[in-house]
C-alpha cells in the first residue's frame, strides 16, 4: 500500500535533513533515492548538477510512486550553494580522504542529526556521484565524513543502498531515541553561507597578501582552512566578529605598506 | 576498486549465513543482492523459482562486478527446500502476518546470526519476492519475522533495498561485535530437514485421525503445529523422540480402533 502523497511528519516541530545529491548520473538512481527518502520519512531532495539534466522520466518510474520528492526536487550548480541555508552537512563517502574533518558511523551521523531536527537546525545529507564519489573540496565544506563500513575488497555501494544506510540509521532514530537534552545557553551556529562569506573575504586577502604560495598549493590550503573554521561552528555573531577582524588585519597590512612605501620615498 | 572474486572472510571459522530470495521477479534485484552481498562480505546466494529463469544476463549487469553469489547461486523448488538444511531462518517482510512468531528488528536478526556464526549453525536470511512478499506457509517455515522500521505510509521497500539493510546489520556485528559466548551444554538444534520430517508425520497422522476439521481450516492449523515445534528448537535427538512420540500415540489409536472394532464384532 503506497500514497503518492508524503506522509505526515512524525513531529511537525522537528526540522529534518535534507538529502543532497551531487552530480547524480543516472535518473534510476535519483528514483530509488526518492523511495527511500519515502520509506524513511525524509521529503526534501537537492540534486546538484544532476548529469543527464532535471526532470527525468526514469526517476519517477524508479520511485515506486514516491514522487513528491521528485516533484519538490530543487537544483543547484555547486554544491556550496545546496548547502549555503544548512547549519551542518554530512558527506557519506567509501573512501574518508585526508582532511581533518571526523569520520563517524551512519549511526553516529543519523545520532547528531536527530539532536539537531530537535534543535531547529537544518541539517544536509551529502552523497558523491555513482563512480567519483564527492570531490575533496566539497567534503570539506561538510562538518564530517560518514563511512558505511562496506568490506575493504568490495567497497563499491549503489548510490541509493548508501542512502538507504544513513536513512535507516535516521529513522531508527526518529523510531528509538529518545528526545535529545541540550545546553540551553549554546547559541546556534550559523547556516552556512554565513561561514561561506567569511571564506571568500579571507581568501581573497590572503591572495592579495601572498599567502597562497607555491599557487599550486592554493587548493589545498584553502580546504584546509575551511576544514579547520568550518569544525568552530561559530555562531553568526562570531562570524561577524571574524570578518572584522580579517578587515582589521588588512587594514593593518595596508598601513604597514604604506609606512614601509613611506620609509623608502624617505630614504630615496 | 573492486575485485570479482570473493573477499577472504574475516573469520575463516566462521558459519556465514546465506541469502535466499523466494520467487525474485527482476534479474536486476538479483544483480543488485550480489553487489550488496559482496560489500558486506556473504558470498552463498539461493534462489527459489526466479520467475524468468537462471541465469539472466541482467544479474550479472547489476552486480558491479559481483558475480560470485551469482555464479555460485543454487536454485530450489520451494523454500523448504532451500532451507532443509539449515538450523536457523530470518524472513524479512514488512508485514508481520498472523503467525506465533517473535517479530524483532534487523539489528536483533544480525546479533542472533553472528551468534550462530559463531556455534557453526547455518542460518538463512529469506527475502520475498518483490510484490507479493513471502508466503504465509513459508514464514511457518522461519524462527523469526524481521521487520525493517519503514514508515507505515510508505512502506514498499526495494528487495535489495531490504537485504542491504539487512547485511548492514550483520557487517556491523561483524565489525563490531565481541565473540559470543555460549553455553557449552546445550547440544545444538537440528537441521530443518528433520523437523520437516517430524512435520510431515504428524500431518499425515493427524490427517488420518480426521484432526484437521473443517477441511478449509487444515492449512491454518498446519501452519500453526509447525510454528510452535520450530519455536522448541529440538536437537535431532528430540526430533527421533518426537517421531517415535507421534508412533506410538497413532499405533494407540490403533489399537483401541481394533478393540472397538473387535467389540462391535463381539456385539454382533
Excluded at 521529503?43 to 527525468?56: A, C, M, S
Excluded at 521528485?70 to 580522504?97: F, M, S
Excluded at 530537535?118 to 552523497?127: E, R, Y
Aim: hydrophobic share 40%; with cysteine; proline share 7%.
Amino acid at each position: 500500500m503506497k500514497d503518492s502523497r508524503p506522509a505526515p511528519p512524525l513531529d511537525p516541530s522537528l526540522t529534518l535533513p535534507c538529502v543532497i545529491l551531487d552530480k547524480p548520473q543516472l535518473a534510476d538512481n535519483i528514483g530509488s533515492v526518492a523511495r527511500v527518502m519515502a520509506n524513511f520519512g525524509l521529503q526534501e531532495l537537492r540534486l546538484v548538477n544532476p548529469r543527464d539534466g532535471w526532470p527525468q522520466e526514469r526517476a519517477w518510474a524508479m520511485s515506486s510512486g514516491a514522487f513528491w520528492p521528485l516533484e519538490g526536487a530543487k537544483i543547484y550548480d555547486t554544491v556550496a550553494d545546496a548547502v549555503a541555508d544548512l547549519t551542518y552537512v554530512y558527506a557519506t563517502t567509501a573512501r574518508p580522504r585526508e582532511t581533518q574533518l571526523p569520520v563517524i558511523t551512519p549511526r553516529e551521523a543519523a545520532s547528531q542529526a536527530w539532536g539537531q531536527a530537535h534543535q531547529h537546525l537544518k541539517t544536509g545529507l551529502l552523497f558523491g556521484a555513482e563512480r567519483a564519489g564527492l570531490e575533496t573540496s566539497d567534503i570539506a565544506l561538510s562538518h564530517a565524513i560518514v563511512t558505511i563500513p562496506v568490506d575493504p575488497h568490495f567497497h563499491s555501494l549503489n548510490l541509493a543502498q548508501a542512502v538507504n544506510i544513513v536513512l535507516y540509521e535516521w529513522r531508527l532514530q526518529v523510531m528509538d531515541a529518545p528526545k535529545p537534552a541540550f545546553t540551553q545557553n549554546m547559541d546556534v551556529p550559523a547556516a552556512l553561507e554565513h561561514m561561506h562569506g567569511l571564506y571568500g573575504h579571507l581568501e581573497d586577502e590572503l591572495e592579495k597578501a601572498g599567502f597562497f604560495y607555491p599557487p599550486e598549493k592554493k587548493e589545498s590550503m584553502v580546504r584546509n582552512l575551511r576544514v579547520t573554521l568550518n569544525r568552530a561552528q561559530m555562531t553568526e555573531q562570531e562570524v561577524r566578529t571574524w570578518r572584522g577582524v580579517v578587515t582589521a588585519l588588512t587594514r593593518g597590512r595596508g598601513r604597514v605598506l604604506a609606512k614601509l612605501a613611506q620609509q623608502k620615498k624617505d630614504e630615496v
